[in-house]
Structure formats: C-alpha cells, structure tokens
Nanobody, 121 residues
Framework: QVQLVESGGGLVQAGGSLRLSCAASEGPFSSYNIAWFRQAPGKEREFVANMAWTGDTTDYVDSVKGRFTISRDNAKNTLYLQMNSLKVEDTAVYYC??????????????WGQGTQVTVSS
C-alpha cells in the first residue's frame, strides 16, 4: 500500500517561511490529484490547497492565497507546500493527501502522518 511520509515542519517566527515535503513510497504518483490539509487544536481538519494530477490546476483556501504554493515533482514522487509570510493563525498539524479530489478531506484515500507547524509571534 502506498504510504505518504511528510517532513519539513517546525517552529518559525511570524513572517518566516517553511517548506513541507511529502514523499510517496510508490507510484503511480503522477496520476494522483494531491492536496494539503491542516488541523489546529480543537478545530476540524481544514483544506489548504490542492493540485490536479496534470499539474495545471490548483486551488487554495482564501486565507493562504498569495502566501502558500503547492507543487509536485513526479520524478521524485513528492509533493511540496511552500509557506511564506507565515502567521500565528497558520499554526496547525499539516497533512498531505492524495488520490482524491476537491476540498473535502473524506474524498482523499491516502494520507500522511502529519507534521507540526508552529508560528510564534
């Protein structure tokens, strides 16, 4: 079974940047739609961004538009989330997801274990 392994989380000051990575253990990764979600303490899991398997269509939640960028490297079976101008409210556990579509978490079949992102003021 395909596994997704995340890395890149950590502690950063407000205004800083982080890049999250999510590596798939096997393919066909290039045929998967991919996504990032996040979950803050006491809150439901929230859609952050997704990218179609073709790589030509992306979608972002309004709160991260212009600050976050989703991307993929099919040769490495890896997806990324570049996060710039981080805000305290971006603090959450971030999850990568694949083999699904849209903004609803239940539509994705594959999930990473989550990586903590903490933004300090």
């Amino acid at each position: 079974q395909v596994q997704l392994v995340e890395s890149g989380g950590g502690l950063v000051q407000a205004g800083g940047s982080l890049r999250l990575s999510c590596a798939a253990s096997e393919g066909p990764f290039s045929s998967y739609n991919i996504a990032w979600f996040r979950q803050a303490p006491g809150k439901e899991r929230e859609f952050v961004a997704n990218m179609a398997w073709t790589g030509d269509t992306t979608d972002y939640v309004d709160s991260v538009k212009g600050r976050f960028t989703i991307s993929r490297d099919n040769a490495k079976n890896t997806l990324y989330l570049q996060m710039n101008s981080l805000k305290v409210e971006d603090t959450a556990v971030y999850y990568c997801a694949a083999r699904g579509f849209g903004r609803s978490a239940h539509r994705y079949q594959l999930w990473g274990q989550g990586t903590q992102v903490t933004v300090s003021s």
